[in-house]
C-alpha cells in the first residue's frame, strides 16, 4: 500500500465511490443521533463503559487467567497466540484435526487482521463469508472498507452485478433476472449460504465481549447468519483480541445498550448470542477460544495510546469523519480503517511502512469522532501523540531538522531580529509555497510578509 495521501488522492476521484460513501455515512449517523437521543443518560453510560475498558485494561492479566479457568470449566479449550503467523497455525491445525476442508465464518475483525481466509486458502481450506456484506465482499475478490457495514463503497447495481457473475464459482448461483431491490438481493445471498450451513462441519468466529466471570463469549449482529454459524457445526473456533474481555455480566449490560445505538442505530441487536464452553446436544461438541496478542500488549504499555484498546467497533467515528468520507475505507491500507485505524493499526502494526507512519496524520483533528464514541476514546489526542512518535522516529526528518533549527533561532534573539528584517525587505522576492512543503501548502497559501517586523514597528510606536 501507498502511504495514505496517495491512496486518498485516488479515492477521491472516484465520483461514484463518494457518492455511495456520503449517502451511506450520512444516513447511518443521523439514525444513530436519534437513537443515542433517546437515552437521558446517555453521558452515563458512554463514562461507566469507559471505566470498565480502563479498569479491565490495567488489569488484564488477571482477567484473562479468569476467563480461561472458566472457559475450560465449561467444555473449552483456550489457545494463546502471540501474532498473526501464530493464530493462523493454530486455527488451520484445529481445522485440519476435523478432516473438513470448509468452514463457514461470522464476521470477524480479527480474522481478516491475521489474513486468516487468505492463509487458510493457502493450506487448502476454504472460508465462506456468511455476513451479507463481507460475502459481497468476498464475492467481489474486494476488501472491506468500513469496520460495520464492510461493502459500504459498493451500490445496489454494484451488488446485483457481483452477485450474477460471480455467486455460481462459489455455490448456488443467483437466480435468473436477479433486480438490485434489496429484498430481491437478500434472498439470494439466503439461499446461496443456506447450504453452506447445512454442510459446514466447522464454524469460525470472533466475539463483540468475552465475560471472565463465566467464560461466556458473547456475538451481536443483525442478519441470523452468526446465530446459524456458532449453533449448527460440530466444531466451533472463535478468534478474539485480548482486549475483548470484561470482568462481569454486570459490565456487559452497559455495552449491550451503547453498542447497537452507536452501530446500527437500533435499541438493541436483532441477535445476541451467548455461549459458554460446550453442552451435550446443543450447539458445537468442540470450542476452542484463540486469544489474540498481536500488537495490543505493546499497545497497552503506551499510557495514551491504549485508550485505543477501547474500542467496542461500533463504527461511530467512521461516520462523522470528514476524511473518511471523502477518501473511503481502502486508503487506510488496513481492516481497521477510519479514525479508529488511524490511532489503532499504528499501534499493532508499528510505524516502519509508509502507510503505517501516514495514518496518524489522516485526520483535520476536528474532534467529531471523540464526541460519538461511545467509550470517549480522545482520538485527537492519540493522534497527536502518534505524530510525535513518528517524527522521533525519523519519519519526518526535515520536519526535524526544522524543528532544530527553529528552536536554535528562537534561543537568540538578535539572530531571530536580523531574520525578520532581512525577510521584511526581501517579501516581494518570497514564492507564494515554501521549498520541500508541497503537502502542506498545495491547498494554503503563506501569510504576506509585513513590511517591517513588529519589534521595529514596536520600537516606534509605543510612546
Not at 112 to 123: R, S
Not at 146 to 171: K, S
Not at 259 to 269: F, G, I, V
Not at 330 to 340: D, F
Request: charged residues 25%; contains cysteine.
Amino acid at each position: 500500500m501507498p502511504a495514505f495521501p496517495e491512496a486518498a488522492r485516488e479515492a477521491i476521484g472516484d465520483t461514484t465511490l463518494r457518492a455511495n460513501l456520503r449517502h451511506a455515512t450520512h444516513t447511518i449517523r443521523d439514525k444513530r443521533a436519534r437513537a443515542v437521543a433517546e437515552l437521558d443518560d446517555w453521558a452515563a453510560l458512554r463514562e461507566a463503559g469507559k471505566r470498565i475498558k480502563d479498569e479491565t485494561l490495567r488489569n488484564l492479566d488477571s482477567h484473562l487467567l479468569r476467563l480461561e479457568e472458566t472457559v475450560t470449566a465449561a467444555g473449552g479449550t483456550v489457545h494463546w497466540a502471540e501474532d498473526a503467523a501464530e493464530a493462523n497455525r493454530i486455527v488451520t491445525a484445529l481445522i485440519r484435526a476435523t478432516g473438513e476442508t470448509e468452514v463457514v465464518k461470522v464476521k470477524s475483525m480479527a480474522t481478516q487482521e491475521i489474513g486468516l481466509n487468505e492463509h487458510l486458502e493457502a493450506e487448502g481450506i476454504a472460508a465462506y463469508e456468511t455476513d451479507l456484506a463481507e460475502l459481497i465482499v468476498q464475492l467481489g475478490e474486494d476488501r472491506p472498507s468500513h469496520i460495520l457495514v464492510p461493502a459500504i463503497h459498493r451500490n445496489r447495481g454494484e451488488i446485483r452485478d457481483i452477485f450474477r457473475e460471480r455467486m455460481g464459482n462459489w455455490g448456488q448461483p443467483a437466480p435468473e433476472g436477479l433486480s438490485d431491490a434489496p429484498a430481491d438481493l437478500a434472498e439470494a445471498a439466503r439461499l446461496h449460504l443456506r447450504e453452506k450451513f447445512l454442510r459446514a462441519g466447522v464454524g469460525v468466529s470472533g466475539a463483540n465481549f468475552m465475560v471472565a466471570e463465566t467464560g461466556t463469549l458473547v456475538v451481536v449482529e443483525s442478519e441470523g447468519n452468526g446465530r446459524m454459524c456458532l449453533t449448527l457445526p460440530e466444531t466451533l473456533i472463535s478468534v478474539v483480541g485480548i482486549e475483548k474481555v470484561v470482568p462481569t455480566w454486570r459490565d456487559l449490560e452497559v455495552f449491550l445498550q451503547t453498542l447497537p445505538r452507536s452501530s446500527t442505530a437500533e435499541r438493541m441487536n436483532p441477535y445476541t448470542s451467548t455461549w459458554t464452553g460446550t453442552t451435550d446436544g446443543d450447539g458445537p461438541s468442540a470450542f476452542h477460544l484463540v486469544l489474540l496478542d498481536n500488537g495490543r500488549t505493546a499497545a497497552l504499555a503506551d499510557e495514551v495510546g491504549r485508550q485505543a484498546l477501547r474500542c467496542i467497533r461500533c463504527s461511530a467515528c467512521l461516520n462523522v469523519c470528514p476524511v473518511y468520507e471523502r477518501a473511503g475505507g481502502h486508503a487506510y491500507g488496513s481492516v481497521y480503517p477510519g479514525p479508529i485505524g488511524a490511532i489503532l493499526t499504528p499501534q499493532l502494526r508499528g510505524t516502519t511502512s509508509g502507510i503505517d507512519a501516514s495514518l496518524p496524520y489522516a485526520s483535520s483533528l476536528c474532534g467529531a469522532c471523540y464526541e460519538v464514541c461511545p467509550v470517549a476514546i480522545d482520538i485527537p489526542e492519540v493522534l497527536v501523540h502518534l505524530r510525535g512518535k513518528v517524527a522521533e522516529e525519523g519519519g519526518h526528518r526535515l520536519e526535524r531538522a526544522a524543528v532544530r533549527a527553529a528552536t536554535w533561532v528562537l534561543d537568540h534573539p538578535g539572530v531571530l531580529a536580523a531574520g525578520e528584517r532581512l525577510a521584511s525587505r526581501t517579501r516581494a522576492l518570497h514564492p507564494r509555497r515554501a521549498p520541500g512543503t508541497g503537502r502542506w501548502t498545495e491547498s494554503r497559501d503563506l501569510p504576506d510578509m509585513p513590511a517591517e517586523p513588529f519589534r521595529d514597528w514596536w520600537r516606534k510606536n509605543r510612546t
